[in-house]
C-alpha cells in the first residue's frame, strides 16, 4: 500500500498476520530507530555496505520514499546488527489493538 504526496510516493504501514502474531510493516521507523540506538550517523551506515551506499538513500529509506532491497536489506541488517526481520515489521501488541 502506498500513497502519493508531493515530496512521492511515500510507503505505508500494512499490517499482516505471521504465524505467532500480528505485525506491522515499518522500515522507515525501524531503520531510524535502529540506528540512533547504535549512534550512527545515515553516512556512516551507508559506508557499512560492500558497495557503499549514499546518505541520501539510507535517508530515503528512512523517511518512507523507497525501501531497500532485499540484497541492500541484508547488509543494512549486518550493518545495523539486527535480524532482517527487525527492519521489516514490529509486532502488535493485542492489548494496544483493542
Do not use: H
Amino acid at each position: 500500500m502506498k500513497t502519493q504526496k508531493n515530496c512521492g510516493t511515500v510507503f505505508l504501514d500494512k499490517k499482516v498476520n505471521v504465524e505467532g502474531g500480528e505485525y506491522l510493516t515499518r522500515y522507515q521507523t525501524n531503520i531510524a530507530e535502529l540506528r540512533k540506538r547504535l549512534k550512527m550517523t545515515q553516512q556512516a551506515i551507508g559506508l557499512k555496505f560492500q558497495s557503499p551506499v549514499d546518505v541520501t538513500v539510507v535517508s530515503r529509506w528512512e523517511r518512507g520514499i523507497t525501501r531497500p532491497d532485499a540484497g541492500n536489506l541484508l547488509e543494512l541488517a549486518k550493518a545495523l546488527k539486527v535480524n532482517p526481520d527487525e527492519i521489516v515489521f514490529i509486532k502488535i501488541d493485542r492489548q494496544d489493538s483493542l
